[in-house]
């Protein structure tokens, strides 16, 4: 049986009903409640103490509390947590209610709409997204509430769409049921709120929004998107700028694996921004250059004159030090105006926002006299975009005081001499005795009564006493008689009643006032939301360049000749954020020549020579390129790149646990579909992640399809120094190598990349340098010479002494040589049976021809690394 509800409880529930997903702060006097689940749950999560309403009734209900005025904080770490929180506020005052008093939820707080946004989380967009499918299509939506930014794209896959919500970092998006439980699954895994929004509003605010758009299919998200928001927000979106439509092909396209691997925003080891090639280019000076930085650094692009445009504003900065300081310190007190316009359409701002916004608005003619002053005809547009709003600067400057409070509800917000009557107000305030003082000489004299004096009581108010002997003396015409006294008599006169009511009225009159005067800055401001928007634009865009400038100058970066073609010319190119790191020692430069007849390198080196950094160094030489920044070179000539992929090989992949060779394989699979002949690919030790000669197969196999039917341009790494030999039958494929020498039978890198391959294996060295204790590393050298004294022998192999690689290299050739053999794989040669022999057995035993047929059936895609290591461990115990 239900049970009975007190009224309140009863308005409660009813309530709550309306939001079974978020929790319910219930507001009652000075605090904001929760109840029930919410109660006990939130106790948990916010650290308060669980008590119960009416806790002697059987069934008491969970409570707990927060006040009111602390209310944000915690709001601020449910949402952190993913959580939603509905705001129920009374919207009556309750020393008037007759009855119970009136609430209702007025905001509804969500990861994605979040709007109060401090330290790291400044620095970075909010974006709340939408999603519908339509006829195989996909229409995707996001926001950034705080900012008004609105963008709509329509994708095709599965993958494009978790690849733009994964690179959006989105923490929450508003689904209907058009959207298949897949995505849904995937948004899940990915701990991605999803929110329901039922109704599609029909509302003018949703057309204004949506009128530059021509799909039907963004114009709906759209629609889906902004009722969310007005379903939650419940308040006015005036910031929100008409959605603009892209295409994701209109910028180089970089899939969120690359991005992650390339450390692009993400420190891969401390999930950090130091040490990521975000927070090596970021100079800004405001908030929202640097958040611009971060979507240009998501959105390199791909088309010449866009980028030349920037490179050109670089250069101008970069060649006039004394300008761009100038810039710096004006930029520095500009504050984040695209979240403050935020605010204003949202109604939260106070005084000290509105001085903020002065002063942010106070430095931009500075800025447009210094642009002036370089007189370049590159700035022109931006300098049109700089509109200083002089009559919002203005008015901010008459109307709020330099030092406001935080408060707008309790007077001190606005200046003297703005408006007359709180003027009169202040005056009735701070000078009521002297006026008192003044009216009391002046009654004296017009009466000539000299003892006449002017008094105050509480409840006759302000009164002019004249004793009775001077009665006569008064003027009846003037002097009203409030009061008669044994031996003397009180009045009023018009005057002093006008003065009576300004002094007692005034306290409360003139807070009253300044709040609705402050209200009206408001809304004067809000009517200008857009023009603040286009400010803000160009004022973080003038930030991001000045930012390129500068680390361009810090760093010794050059500017790069981009071409529509193949040549890619880089002369001295170092791996910027490593070098940064390096400290004392020296980055050792490199060049990276592909001219129209070289499609691939082929890298070769030992461990820990530079492979891998020499590859990720062209990467991000190409995305700060096309970002329109200088790039880390003496010199660089640089082709336009659509996509980059990478893919790392499982063995080394740091980026997570789960990494298999299945999903390796997947990744390379998605390059090799994807790229074409003007996309870049790096591969980095492909197939290490299976059986050597297994991986070896499928690297070539690989090189050799990029070579025929992508023609991407791709650097191989790779540690089977059989592959160089490719360098005969792929003409379009070179050898490079990181050299190492050795030095005392010490293994030194000299990480300098040059043609040719590497001529041996280090790996005992290095091993040997990782500390490896000295007979397991003398054992190793023995084994190495016995199994390279092993292959001399084998068949096929010309009187070469020097010569396991030579015996490989054969084998590479034979099967690009001949491809008709496909039944005789690599794997299945003489050379695999003597690796996993151990030097001492000659023949083989039954367990070892067991061992070798399960090997053979070994399903490896289907098995994990660990899995792997685990089958090898049993098989080694077999052996021993
Ligand atoms: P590999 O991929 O060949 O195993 P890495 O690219 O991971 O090698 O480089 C190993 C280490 O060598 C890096 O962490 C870096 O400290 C150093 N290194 C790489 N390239 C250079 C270079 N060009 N100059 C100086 N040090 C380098
Ligand atoms: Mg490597």
């Known amino acids: 049986m239900a049970k009975k509800l007190t009224p309140m409880m009863e308005q409660y529930q009813k309530v709550k009903d309306q939001y079974p997903d978020a929790f319910l702060f219930y507001r009652l006097g000075d605090f904001y409640e929760l109840f029930n689940d919410d109660a006990v749950k939130g106790a948990q999560l916010l650290e308060l103490t669980l008590t119960t309403r009416n806790h002697s009734a059987k069934n008491p209900i969970p409570m707990c509390g927060v006040p009111h005025r602390a209310v944000d904080n915690y709001v601020d770490v449910l949402i952190d947590k993913g959580y939603k929180v509905a705001i129920c506020e009374q919207m009556e005052d309750p020393k008037k209610a007759k009855g119970m008093v009136k609430r209702a939820v007025t905001r509804l707080i969500t990861p994605g709409t979040q709007m109060d946004l401090n330290g790291e989380q400044a620095r970075s967009n909010n974006y709340l997204a939408a999603l519908q499918q339509r006829d195989n299509q996909y229409n995707l939506a996001y926001t950034d509430l705080s900012t008004g930014e609105l963008k709509t794209t329509s994708l095709t896959t599965n993958d494009a769409v978790l690849n733009e919500l994964i690179n959006l970092q989105t923490k929450e998006i508003v689904v209907d049921d058009s959207v298949s439980d897949d995505i849904k699954n995937q948004l899940t895994k990915r701990n991605i709120l999803q929110s329901h929004q039922p109704t599609i509003l029909k509302n003018s605010e949703i057309s204004y929004l949506s009128q530059d758009l021509d799909n039907d299919g963004e114009k709906a998200v759209v629609a889906l998107l902004v009722s969310y928001l007005l379903t939650t927000q419940k308040r006015s979106l005036a910031h929100l700028q008409k959605a603009v439509a892209y295409q994701p092909s209109s910028f180089m396209k970089i899939d969120h694996y690359s991005k992650t691997n390339l450390e ?3 420190n891969m080891r401390s999930g950090k921004r130091q040490g990521t090639l975000a927070w090596l280019l970021d100079e800004t000076k405001t908030a929202m250059g640097s958040r611009l930085l971060k979507r240009w650094l998501d959105r390199p692009l791909i088309d010449a004159n866009q980028i030349t445009a920037r490179q050109d504003k670089v250069q101008e900065l970069l060649d006039h030090y004394f300008e761009r300081n100038t810039l710096q310190q004006e930029l520095i007190k500009v504050y984040d105006l695209e979240r403050l316009a935020g605010r204003v359409a949202y109604g939260s701002v106070n005084g000290r926002d509105l001085i903020q916004l002065k002063t942010s608005l106070q430095q931009v003619p500075k800025i447009r006299y210094v642009l002036d002053t370089l007189d370049s005809p590159v700035f022109a547009d931006l300098e049109k975009r700089l509109d200083p709003l002089d009559d ?10 330099d030092d ?19 003027d009169q107000y202040r005056d009735a305030m701070n000078n009521g005795k002297q006026w ?13 009564v000299n003892n006449l004096k002017i008094g105050y009581n509480h409840v006759f108010g302000y009164y002019i006493e004249v004793t009775k002997v001077n009665l006569d003396k008064i003027p009846r015409d003037r ?12 009045f009023s006169t018009p005057e002093l009643k006008e003065k009576e009511a300004l002094i007692l009225g005034a306290q409360e009159k003139s807070t009253a006032l300044e709040y609705d005067l402050f209200v009206k800055v408001r809304e004067q401001v809000k009517k200008e939301i857009k023009r603040l928007q286009v400010l803000a634009s160009a004022l973080s865009e003038l930030d991001v360049l000045q930012s390129f400038a500068v680390v361009s100058e810090d760093y010794h970066f050059v500017r790069p000749k981009m071409n529509n073609g193949h040549v890619l010319k880089i002369k001295d190119g170092r791996h910027p954020v490593v070098e940064k790191f390096m400290g004392h020692q020296e980055y050792v430069p490199n060049d990276v020549m592909m001219d129209k007849s070289t499609d691939i390198l082929l890298i070769t080196g030992p461990n820990m020579s530079g492979k891998s950094t020499y590859m990720r160094q062209l990467a991000l030489t190409a995305i700060m390129a096309q970002m329109g920044c200088f790039v880390p070179a003496k010199s660089a000539e640089l082709p336009i790149f659509d996509q980059i992929f990478t893919r790392i090989g499982a063995a080394d992949d740091l980026i997570s646990g789960e990494s298999t060779f299945m999903v390796e394989m997947m990744e390379a699979n998605n390059a090799l579909l994807h790229a074409t002949d003007r996309s870049l690919i790096l591969f980095d030790e492909i197939g290490r992640g299976t059986a050597t000669y297994d991986g070896m197969a499928l690297a070539q196999a690989i090189i050799e399809y990029v070579h025929k039917h992508v023609r991407a341009k791709t650097l191989f790494s790779t540690h089977y120094h059989e592959l160089t030999a490719l360098e005969g039958t792929l003409p379009r494929l070179k050898n490079v190598h990181v050299g190492a020498t050795e030095k005392n039978g010490e293994l030194v890198f000299l990480h300098k990349v040059s043609a040719g391959p590497a001529d041996k294996s280090y790996g005992i060295h290095v091993a040997k340098l990782a500390g490896m204790p000295e007979p397991l590393l003398k054992r190793a050298d023995n084994i190495l010479k016995s199994l390279e004294g092993k292959q001399v022998k084998l068949p096929n192999v010309e009187g070469d002494q020097s010569s396991k690689p030579v015996q490989e290299h054969e084998l590479a050739k034979q099967t690009v040589s001949e491809p008709q053999q496909p039944t005789q794989p690599v794997v299945e040669s003489n050379g695999q049976l003597e690796l996993f022999a151990t030097p001492k057995r000659h023949k083989m035993s039954s367990t070892d021809q067991q061992i070798i047929k399960q090997l053979k059936e070994l399903n490896l895609m289907g098995m994990t690394p660990m899995e792997v290591m685990n089958q090898l461990y049993r098989w080694q115990q077999k052996l021993k």
Do not use: C
């Open 264 to 266: 692009l925003t993400t």
């Open 392 to 401: 919002i600067a203005g008015l901010i400057e008459q109307a709020i005081v």
């Open 404 to 422: 406001p409070p935080i408060s707008v509800t309790e007077g001190g917000v606005i200046k003297d001499h703005y408006n007359e009557q709180l």
């Open 436 to 448: 008192i003082a003044d009216l009391q000489a002046h009654e004296r004299q017009v009466t000539g």
């Open 479 to 490: 002097y009203e008689r409030k009061q008669t006294l044994v031996n003397a008599e009180r």
